[in-house]
């Protein structure tokens, strides 16, 4: 079977369209294509999108680089002319949206200078760029230019997937044989006895197709409820004068957005202010290559990135009116493949369906031969009635429903459930799963890389060291008593300037008038801090002038200003990683806050007191500055000469409940490794804190792994637990080595990464913190962890394992079931000249081993699942046990109803009119209990408990009830429909007897040893 799936595999990331394609070729030889897939992409449509998408793509990249022909043709008088409307002018505009719209979309910056730059176009959309847009005008400048919101694809309709049920292949033919046989049946066996056989199976059909069309419905809901949540999207803009949090879809044309790096630039816009503003427009125009947006280059287009620096700009244009809107649009047409669990269930479904056809040929043309044959020794052969084309109706029927129970419908079905299952269970424990191949891919993982800040640790941080004026100072209490009382007015001073002169965050009033602060948790932490000292924030601005900033990214690993003080001197302030910032300075501030030269000596008890922070588990930062005398480097900041101001260490406490999550990966066979930018003994302390640093494991810093020859990457690389001061490419060659060299199946943790895009796209599967993470890390991963907590991540993980052995299960159930039907009806056709089971019965029985795998693919984990190793990458789906299993039940099931079938009669000494027709509801009874009780044996495939959480599952236990009471009704009550006649108790207990020796079958096939796949 394996090697009959080697060309159904597909990758759950980036899979080509070649092998897309070709696993649609092939189950599509089988099943109705339109159907199959009308829950995933589109091929078709996906390739429309992507030209549409190139098209806007290449219209993105002429406004970019063509900007001088666009002049001369604005020049030549080619330019639209955009007319204020009479309600424009009511509404106080004084340009037209499209007009304002244009100029952002062609990058004209002839055309926003004529209308007196971005402080011109505030002007006449009537705001300021200083207090932003006033909140009672939002709904005037929605009516008027528009709602930041994108064109969504409409949602499936219930009668429209009723309908394409309808036309499924297999479904069809049964139907018109149900109608022929009421056709014959009427005028043979008169009314209303011939429409019974008919009637059953279009209310067979009936059923499937319902609870097809409910199924498929009710997941087309939950993809919709996913999207609006996946759209959750805050950025901070200044309204009313006051700075807060908004989400992007409440954005109009005027406010003042706030960009820092990691956000996505929500509508199109005008830059207003800022520092090394670097933007990756790649989404949009397809070129990697970032650009810098400043006074020159003043254009912001939605949908691109902040990949360094701060800044502000002026929305002008939203929604659909942007670029971005345009190509969200066309993205709409596209779709979700199918996973590679579905392909490959789906493939399955495809060779069986191929065998069932063969077999239900065979069966139709045994019957007829042998019909004829008797015919024709009873010299009857050319003597024919409407009862002779009714049983030859009746064979059909047989053969078609032989069919039907041969094509496994519930497999891609169950698969989807069982994902769909997941994912809503996920979302309640609040993972937020963004892809269907993430539940599955989860399960699998053998590899967590994660970092440390707002993942491992709460990212609340807090100041609770400080080393100035060679003091060690604990800050965990009264900040202000206890640095005041230990050094000078004068250090205190320059202490204050460097924390709020060389800062990215900000101090905003609420509307109970307490502080509160926008920012990064480390400058938070900091400028808190700086609060608590006593000073004020916004008197120290007004006094002080930036003149120029570099902010932090994870390559500087620092953040420097310029600043023009109120005396007129000018003094740059640097901050950031402790070993870069002391490496920069040859002077310290002496107890008296004056300059002095600092010696080697005094560098290495620095780096004491460095070292000796980060072993407490605080990472640390060093300050300092310098006066800039010469005039001539003004507009450059200094990158040596500094002056040490003190050592800030800051602790970010790690999450409850982290170390017994990475104690359950590591008895699940999971390894974590700890990828973080602090140095080498903050990151060892906090990894044993949360234990993930053992005894056999490595600790090691970026530059040294960077060095390492290839061979000795691959020497070291399994035994890494924590990598130290390291760089995002470090990540990606970690993962990149993992995945290709070990086969590891690699999950990426990130809280408030920013670069961590390359090694999300390497991974298998990327995880985000909601809160902690940055915009670019959540567009970028598949799974969002809502509550930020360590052990969701392991929920998850539980999760995914579930969704696997689930699948496994129901695979084994309905696998012999298949064989049972098929090997049944085929050798009795053969022998006797006539199935056991009517084309009725084996609707039911098709029906409620579907519904019977339905319950089994969403069964909840239990605890056992982390107990095992994780399923390694290449492993096959159907294990030995699971084909021991089938094996085993099969030969059971058909030895029981063959001998049934064969000498039921005279063993159970069954005589009268009605002995055949007692007969064969007892085999259709037994065979109904045989699987009920292997439903129940699915349950596990290896272990001999297979009651263990049965209780617990409300789904399972319904199923089986349901099972057991409609198979009561068909038996007793629904005689001339079903082709049944009432059982006596005896022969009932001896139907549900028969089934329940499947369970001591089970317990004997587990002791038969297999293989176990490595």
């Not at 009116?321 to 596209?334: H, Q, S, V, Y």
């Not at 989807?416 to 399960?443: N, P, Q, W, Y």
Request: net charge negative; hydrophobic share 45%; proline share 3%.
């Amino acid at each position: 079977m394996e090697l009959l799936l080697k060309e159904f595999e597909v990758e759950h990331k980036n899979s080509s369209e070649e092998a897309l394609r070709r696993w649609r070729y092939a189950v599509s030889v089988v099943t109705n294509p339109g159907c199959r897939f009308r829950l995933v992409a589109d091929l078709v449509k996906r390739s429309e999108a992507e030209k549409k998408s190139s098209k806007v793509q290449e219209t993105i990249q002429a406004a970019l680089y063509c900007k001088k022909e666009a002049l001369q043709f604005i020049a030549a008088g080619g330019q639209p002319e955009h007319k204020l409307l009479e309600e424009d002018t009511e509404a106080s505009l004084g340009i037209h949206p499209d007009e304002l719209a244009s100029i952002v979309d062609k990058q004209d910056i002839e055309s926003l200078k004529i209308h007196g730059g971005v402080e011109g176009i505030a002007r006449k959309i009537h705001v300021s760029l200083n207090g932003g847009v006033n909140t009672k005008d939002l709904p005037t400048r929605q009516k008027n230019y528009g709602f930041n919101c994108f064109t969504e694809k409409p949602s499936k309709k219930f009668l429209m997937l009723v309908w394409k049920s309808l036309q499924d292949f297999p479904l069809i033919i049964p139907v018109l044989s149900a109608m022929v046989s009421i056709g014959l049946g009427i005028p043979t066996e008169g009314w209303p006895k011939g429409i019974y056989d008919g009637l059953g199976g279009i209310v067979g059909m009936f059923l499937v197709i319902m609870v097809t069309a409910i199924c498929e419905y009710k997941q087309s809901l939950q993809f919709m409820d996913l999207d609006r949540e996946k759209k959750k999207i805050f950025i901070q803009v200044t309204r009313d004068g006051k700075r807060e949090k908004v989400c992007i879809y409440d954005l109009v044309v005027g406010d003042i957005v706030h960009l820092s790096i990691g956000d996505q630039v929500p509508a199109d816009g005008i830059y207003i202010s800022g520092y090394s503003l670097l933007i990756d427009k790649s989404s949009l125009s397809g070129e990697n290559e970032p650009a810098n947006v400043n006074e020159e280059n003043p254009f912001l287009l939605s949908g691109s990135k902040v990949q360094d620096g701060l800044g502000k700009m002026l929305v002008t244009t939203v929604g659909m009116r942007t670029k971005w809107g345009k190509l969200m649009e066309t993205l709409n047409d596209g779709g979700e493949d199918k996973t590679p669990l579905q392909v490959k269930l789906n493939s399955v479904a495809s060779i069986i369906g191929k065998i069932g056809r063969t077999f239900s040929v065979l069966t139709f043309l045994v019957l007829i031969v042998r019909y004829l044959v008797v015919k024709a020794l009873n010299y009857e052969f050319t003597k024919w009635s409407s009862s002779d084309a009714l049983t030859i109706v009746i064979y059909f029927a047989t053969a078609v429903s032989i069919l039907d129970t041969a094509i496994p419908e519930a497999f891609p079905l169950a698969v989807t459930l069982s994902l769909d299952f997941a994912m809503r269970k996920l979302k309640e424990e609040r993972a937020l799963v963004r892809h269907l191949s993430a539940c599955e891919i989860m399960g699998s993982a053998s590899f967590i890389c994660t970092d440390k800040s707002g993942t491992l640790t709460t990212n609340n941080m807090v100041v609770d060291k400080v080393w100035i004026s060679e003091k060690s100072i604990d800050v965990k209490g009264n900040a202000s008593e206890a640095l005041k009382s230990e050094i000078s007015e004068r250090v205190l001073g320059i202490l204050l300037q460097a924390i709020f002169q060389n800062t990215g965050s900000e101090v905003v009033n609420d509307d109970n008038g307490k502080n509160s602060i926008l920012g990064t948790p480390t400058e938070s932490a900091l400028l808190k801090f700086g609060l608590l000292l006593g000073d004020d924030f916004d008197a120290q601005h007004r006094e002080f002038k930036i003149l120029k900033v570099k902010p932090f990214n994870s390559v500087r690993k620092k953040m420097s200003v310029l600043a023009a003080l109120p005396d007129g001197r000018v003094r740059a302030f640097c901050k950031g990683e402790s070993e870069i910032i002391l490496r920069m300075c040859d002077k310290i501030v002496d107890c008296n806050g004056e300059p002095v030269f600092l010696p080697e000596e005094q560098v290495k008890k620095i780096t004491d007191v460095i070292n000796g922070f980060a072993s407490g588990a605080l990472r640390t930062l060093c300050l300092a500055f310098k006066d800039v005398a010469d005039t001539s480097i003004m507009n450059s900041i200094p990158d040596s000469g500094y002056t040490l101001i003190a050592v800030v260490g800051i602790k970010d406490p790690v999450r409850s409940g982290v170390k017994e999550a990475v104690l359950t990966c590591l008895a699940a066979g999971i390894t974590v490794c700890m990828v973080t930018e602090d140095n080498i003994y903050t990151a060892k302390a906090i990894a044993r804190e949360c234990g993930i640093l053992t005894k056999d494991g490595v600790a090691i810093e970026g530059p040294e792994f960077r060095s390492m020859s290839p061979e000795e990457m691959k020497d070291i690389i399994p035994r890494i637990q924590v990598m130290a001061w390291s760089l995002p490419s470090d990540k990606h060659t970690l993962v990149t080595h993992l995945r290709k060299t070990f086969g590891e199946v690699v999950a990426v943790v990130t809280g408030d990464g920013t670069n961590d895009a390359p090694a999300f796209h390497e991974s298998d599967i990327g995880l985000a913190m909601d809160i902690a993470g940055t915009q670019v890390a959540k567009d970028c991963a598949e799974v969002i962890i809502l509550d930020e907590n360590f052990m969701t991540i392991v929920n998850v993980i539980r999760w995914g394992r579930a969704v696997y052995i689930n699948n496994q299960n129901f695979l084994q159930f309905q696998l012999t079931v298949i064989v049972v039907a098929l090997v049944l009806h085929f050798a009795s056709a053969c022998i006797s000249g006539s199935t056991p089971l009517t084309a009725v019965q084996l609707l039911w029985v098709n029906f409620m081993d579907a519904v019977g795998a339905l319950a089994l693919a969403t069964e909840p984990p239990n605890e056992e699942l982390m107990k095992r190793p994780p399923v390694r990458r290449g492993v096959s789906f159907i294990t030995k046990a699971m084909w021991r299993n089938i094996i085993g039940h099969s030969v059971y099931q058909l030895a029981v109803l063959a001998i049934l079938n064969v000498d039921g009669k005279r063993l159970l000494n069954l005589i009268g009119s009605d002995a055949s027709d007692v007969l064969n509801t007892l085999i259709f009874n037994s065979l109904v209990f045989c699987q009920v009780f292997n439903n129940i044996n699915s349950r596990e495939i290896e272990k001999i408990n297979i009651f263990r959480g049965m209780f617990d599952s409300w789904i399972f236990l319904g199923v089986m009830v349901g099972t057991v009471a409609f198979q009561v009704i068909m038996v007793e009550f629904l005689g001339d429909f079903a082709s049944t006649v009432p059982l006596s108790w005896q022969l009932w207990l001896l139907s549900v007897l028969l089934g329940s020796v499947s369970l001591l079958v089970a317990v004997i096939l587990k002791c038969i040893p297999v293989e176990r796949c490595s």
